[in-house]
């Protein structure tokens, strides 16, 4: 898998607005710190076992991933023994939709209850409020058996260390075999678990299912004709989304700028480049003014939602599905999303663009981040680590599995109705499963969607085409102090003077400056941390 050099190697990114706790990370000189390094790239990972139960009808490969047309007839149950111990389980996780009904009012929420064995108690909060609610929990001293910690948290080494158990002696090497579904994980993943010499977390694995491209309403672009879109450049990208605007009728191509489709057009870095351990940010890239320039075009031609800069993210969701716009930079998850949302009917129907070179050829699209999330178990839990093991191994049963028909589909007959062999949802069932269970352990996502063999077909040829050209965050388990404290303010201050540029309010030119400032702010000393980092991993 070419996540292996280029992921977790002990660190993850740390980007969070405040800190979540007091623990120092690794203190002391630059000794300690290649110690450390060596530490954890001697943690022997868990041993890869993939699960063979359940044949793909789109078999993947490294990189892509497996394609399912229909649910399997006969779904394995694989797991006999309810996992839990009879006592409650605790758990704190974000809900990326509308937060569900409560426990007893739920009855996907009892079931679930039932098979684990143990209640399982959620402490949810909004996508847009989790890390608030984390860091209040973790300041005060009041964890769950079961966190869930975002990898973009400020100094996750220092965190588990002080809050968490060290997994190592139950899930390195072969001891994993005791979880298949978690040895089912790629071992690639379990890099970003490792702190401190040890593993510290069971990963909720993404990559390749995170990957981002230009997401488009096939329906609507076939209503003008279009049936098979292919820019083979910047212009004929531009005049596509020209093509799909009608602003009196307030319908637009675009749901925000697609700056990031337009870098990787250019060849911007995905995040971090390194070449001969150098260190290139993609801020610093030549090619930055003319993505802006690009972008700027874009909104002068009026091919974007002029709300695209006041509105969230949910916004965004609502213009795609509800038709006022045709297109959205998002990932295969939210292409599935979007099904679970239509609300435009049978004709409904998504696709997505391949990147080309911003003046011909083809372009080189960025890998998604390799885990959404790792959940990591308190020190102050009376579990035992067996019992949480167990629970984390049930949530990552794979796709074709009893067990995983359960998990995100709930009970047949109020949760969904079979169609042939698939389940689909019922409006119910939208409603009551989605309670954050993937955020405890997941397996690798399957390209599926319940009735509509197209879908995955759809995604697993997009995926084969972009996956050799696929660029890699260089920086990715390389752990910089500097970066895990300000990146976000820093990154913030970027992202705003550009959308002052593309609408016209500031010259392409002040980038320039701001770059500068970005690098004395503490731009240039993440790099010099990331390069360090790179020679103590690579035993320099």
């Known amino acids: 898998m070419q996540l292996s050099r280029r992921t977790f190697l002990g660190g993850g990114l740390a980007a969070a607005a405040v800190a979540v706790t007091g623990t120092p990370l690794i203190s002391g000189c630059a000794a300690d710190k290649k110690n450390q390094a060596a530490a954890n790239l001697a ?72 098979r684990l064995g143990s209640e399982l108690q959620i402490s949810m909060a909004s996508n847009d409020e989790y890390k608030d609610k984390f860091a209040t929990r973790i300041a005060g001293g009041d964890l769950p058996d079961l966190l869930n910690i975002p990898i973009d948290t400020v ?49 909720v ?59 990787q057009m250019l060849g911007v870095p995905n995040v971090w480049k390194e070449d001969g351990g150098k260190f290139t940010s993609m801020y610093e890239h030549e090619a930055q003014a003319e993505a802006l320039e690009a ?22 969701k609502q213009w795609f599905n509800g038709g006022t716009a045709a297109f959205d930079y998002d990932s295969f998850v939210a292409w599935n999303q979007y099904y679970a949302d239509n609300s435009a009917g049978d004709a409904f129907s998504v696709n997505m663009l391949d990147v080309p070179g911003f003046d011909g050829g083809l372009g080189a699209p960025w ?32 796709f074709g599995t009893e067990e995983y ?50 879908v995955p077909q759809k995604q697993h040829a997009i995926q084969a085409k972009v996956a050799p050209r696929l660029t890699y965050d260089a920086s990715y388990g ?12 820093l990154a913030k201050m970027l992202t705003d003077l550009e959308n002052q540029i593309v609408q016209g309010k500031k010259p392409v030119t002040d980038w320039t400056a701001a770059v500068k400032t970005w690098k004395s702010s503490g731009g240039d000393a993440m790099r010099t941390e990331l390069e360090q980092a790179f020679a103590d991993a690579a035993g320099r």
């Open 43 to 114: 943690v022997k990972l868990p041993t890869y076992t993939r699960f063979t139960g359940v044949k793909p009808d789109l078999p993947g490969t490294d990189l892509v991933l497996d394609g399912f047309l229909r649910y399997p007839a006969h779904p394995l149950k694989t797991i006999t023994d309810k996992p839990g111990d009879g006592q409650p389980i605790t758990f704190m996780t974000n809900i990326p939709g509308a937060i569900p009904p409560a426990m007893d009012k739920n009855a996907f929420w009892q079931a679930l209850n039932e």
């Open 155 to 203: 100094q996750i080494p220092g965190l588990v260390k002080a809050k968490c158990i060290d997994l190592t002696e139950h899930l390195s090497g072969d001891a994993i075999s005791k979880y298949p579904f978690l040895a089912n994980i790629p071992s690639e993943y379990w890099k970003g678990c490792v702190f401190n010499g040890g593993i510290y977390g069971v990963p």
């Open 205 to 263: 694995p993404r990559g390749m299912s995170r990957t981002s491209l230009p997401l488009y309403r096939a329906d609507l672009l076939a209503a003008k004709g279009i049936k098979d879109p292919a820019p083979k450049n910047f212009e004929e990208f531009f005049d596509l989304a020209k093509e799909m605007t009608a602003a009196k009728q307030n319908k637009w191509a675009w749901t925000r700028v697609p700056l990031s489709t337009i870098r």
């Open 295 to 316: 972008g700027r075009k874009m909104v002068a031609a009026g091919v974007i939602n002029p709300d695209a800069f006041n509105d969230k993210a949910t916004a965004r």
């Open 367 to 398: 890998m998604g981040s390799a885990l959404n999330n790792l959940t990591a178990f308190s020190k102050n839990s009376k579990h035992s680590v067996e019992t949480l093991l167990k629970v984390a191994n049930w949530m990552a049963a794979p």
């Open 405 to 454: 028909l359960f998990r995100k589909y709930g009970v047949a007959g109020r949760h969904y109705a079979l169609t042939g062999t698939d389940p689909v949802p019922t409006k119910i069932g939208s409603v009551e499963t989605g309670i954050g269970l993937q955020y405890i352990s997941d397996s690798t996502l399957a390209l599926y969607w319940a009735g509509k063999p197209d």
């Open 478 to 489: 390389l752990y910089s102090d500097t970066q895990s404290k300000k990146q976000t303010q």
